[in-house]
């Protein structure tokens, strides 16, 4: 496909009578597909008075049903309708207006219909997270780009290091043999701010891959080279904000296009007044409708034009790129009434595929308001198949890390977190990890303690859900001293010419870094092949002291895991699991190759993981 800038430009022409300076500078979407189930296309149209001019069409099964104009004239709003025999290739939009007349070429393409093209990343996947602009420079090239004045500063933890998607494309065959099935890119999408840009949660075109990451080509291409490997790509999405500099900011569509009036007023971010029964109005809006920073202004989903720009522009990725899932941004925070409708029409065109919010709570009972078939209490109505299970992130690590408590056992709120799994619809559906992109990294959470760390991986590798794990968790990067999410989100070894280490390679790694990576390489490619753990059931033992032992098990299989955190070793008197073990006699240690006998005491090392295959 062209570049969306370039299409956009080719396809307007201007045939006005007597040289009336009028254009048409932007078409969003820049094309769409034929045969989706919602058969109006909503086109964001701009030129200066366009919103004056009336909108046709001449094309077979394609017509205008509406037009609307806004508070700014250089925008209208055109509705096509497109009928089930609408026709592909070139459509002709006509704008009239007096002796003026403007055309400009839309693309109407057939879909896809492979539906493995949009398969969702499910349980039996382990996802990989990426921040891109710091995990691979493969094209130096496009570190500066003219007209953009967030430059290279590889030195400055908040500056732009110059990974790209040309990067992630070299990288794939390292992700793929470290048992990595799917990749989340933090987003790429244009962020054209004066500053600390890399991250790219401040999107300045919702149809346009920054180009310092490379184009909206790479980014497809990209991810054919991923699936042929068999991994999936999730793109993060932002519908509650995007950045100061997005180019309709100097000339919004309507008073309305972003909270408050585009007057920054902060949010509470009291997430809890979605849910609270006792909740002001106030505290609602100021939650909802405040913004996170200055430079993010915080969209009116509310907006019914906005609420279709954005579910239209998420589902033009999806068609493009063939994605394998998003990973919507701050869930709780835009109009969650639009999020219902916005969770709604993608799985009504995609139903085999998957979507994960974003809320962090630690409350089981907060995260679970937003998955798609709870019976809320409230009434709310959620079409959102995952979330992350935040709370069961803060469970484990506080289990790996508090003193002993005076009574009860340290896995306690592992436990009880599990527990109260009932109150999910689809609990194996959840996304579970161990850190991300804005938090203090794993083995930094750990103190850098290498026995634990290899009790946590063993722990999301078979836990009901989907693990997920940031970029450099297998070679122990951390942020030991400070909590800068920009020392947080450090280079990936081996990304830059000229790195003194190279965990692509393994040259330059510590001994303890290599070992890591092996152990978790080969941890995560055992589990990309255990049917048990990515659909089999669960079933634990409530912990005594500091050892928690828990079952996954299907009608072929079982697999066993024991976490003892104690310093010295623990024996486990095997009868009290006889339920899960059965006839069982012996089991091997996945990671060991150790065997042990069933029928007696099994002694697990001080510190340490077992995970063991029941042999039949």
Not at 227 to 240: H, L, S
Not at 296 to 310: F, I, S
Not at 331 to 348: C, G, L, Q, T, V
Not at 368 to 383: I, R
């Amino acid at each position: 496909m062209p570049d969306i800038r370039i299409l956009l430009l080719l396809g307007s022409a201007l045939l006005a009578a007597g040289g009336a300076a009028a254009d048409i500078d932007r078409v969003e979407p820049p094309n769409w597909w034929l045969g989706f189930g919602h058969d109006e296309l909503q086109l964001l149209v701009y030129g200066e008075d366009l919103g004056r001019f009336r909108a046709s069409v001449d094309h077979p099964g394609v017509s205008v049903s509406r037009s609307v104009s806004v508070d700014s004239p250089n925008y209208l709003f055109v509705y096509l309708e497109l009928e089930g025999d609408a026709e592909p290739g070139d459509v002709e939009l006509v704008f009239e207006r007096d002796d003026t007349r403007l055309t400009h070429t839309y693309r109407l393409e057939p879909r896809n219909r492979d539906p493995e093209r949009t398969r969702g990343f499910t349980a039996a996947d382990t996802i990989y997270l990426i921040t891109p602009d710091r995990f691979r420079n493969a094209d130096p090239g496009n570190d500066a780009v003219e007209g953009y004045s967030d430059l290279p500063a590889r030195d400055e933890p908040y500056g732009r290091h110059g990974g790209d998607l040309a990067g992630i494309t070299a990288s794939l065959d390292y992700i793929a043999d470290m048992g990595f099935t799917a990749i989340w890119l933090n987003p790429v999408l244009e962020n054209a701010m004066p500053e600390a840009s890399y991250h790219g949660y401040a999107t300045t075109d919702f149809y346009l891959v920054d180009p310092r990451f490379g184009s909206n080509e790479d980014y497809r291409a990209m991810t054919e080279a991923a699936r042929e490997r068999g991994v999936g790509v999730i793109m993060d999405q932002i519908a509650n904000h995007a950045g100061s500099r997005h180019w309709w900011m100097a000339d919004l569509p309507s008073r309305d296009w972003i909270n408050f009036e585009a007057n920054y007023v902060q949010t509470s971010h009291a997430r809890t007044t979605n849910q609270d029964p006792y909740a002001s109005a106030w505290d609602r809006e100021l939650h909802a409708s405040g913004w996170f920073v200055e430079t993010m202004p915080d969209l009116n989903q509310r907006n019914p034009l906005l609420a279709d720009y954005l579910i239209q522009n998420s589902i033009w990725w999806i068609e493009y790129l063939g994605l394998a899932g998003i990973r919507q941004d701050t869930y709780p925070y835009p109009d969650k009434h639009f999020m219902s409708e916005w969770s709604r029409r993608i799985m009504a065109e995609y139903p085999n595929f998957n979507i994960v919010g974003e809320e962090w709570s630690l409350n089981p009972n907060i995260t679970s308001y937003w998955q798609a078939g709870k019976d809320n209490h409230d009434g709310y109505v959620s079409w959102l198949p995952s979330v992350f299970d935040f709370p069961l992130q803060g469970a484990l690590t506080g289990a790996l890390t508090s003193p002993t408590p005076p009574w009860g056992s340290v896995w306690t709120p592992v436990y009880e977190t599990l527990a109260t799994d009932y109150v999910y619809p689809d609990p194996f559906n959840l996304v579970i990890f161990p850190d991300n992109h804005d938090m203090s990294r794993i083995f930094t959470q750990l103190d850098e303690d290498r026995a634990l760390f290899e009790m946590a991986m063993i722990f999301y590798a078979t836990m009901r859900g989907i693990p997920q794990l940031f970029y450099g968790t297998e070679i122990l990067m951390s942020n030991a001293g400070t909590d800068s999410h920009g020392v947080i989100r450090s280079d990936f070894p081996g990304g830059w010419a000229g790195d003194r280490k190279n965990a692509f390679t393994g040259n330059g790694l510590s001994r303890a870094e290599r070992s890591a990576q092996a152990f978790v390489r080969r941890l995560f490619n055992w589990r990309k092949s255990a049917d048990v753990v990515h659909s089999g059931r669960f079933m634990h033992y409530a912990p005594v002291g500091q050892t928690y032992v828990y079952f996954r098990y299907d009608d072929s299989a079982t697999v066993m895991v024991v976490l003892n955190r104690a310093d010295e070793p623990v024996t486990l008197d095997t009868a009290r699991f006889v339920e899960r073990i059965g006839s069982h006699r012996f089991a091997a240690d996945v990671m060991t190759g150790k065997r042990f006998r069933l029928d007696a005491d099994v002694v697990v090392g001080a510190r340490s993981a077992l995970l063991l295959e029941l042999e039949p």
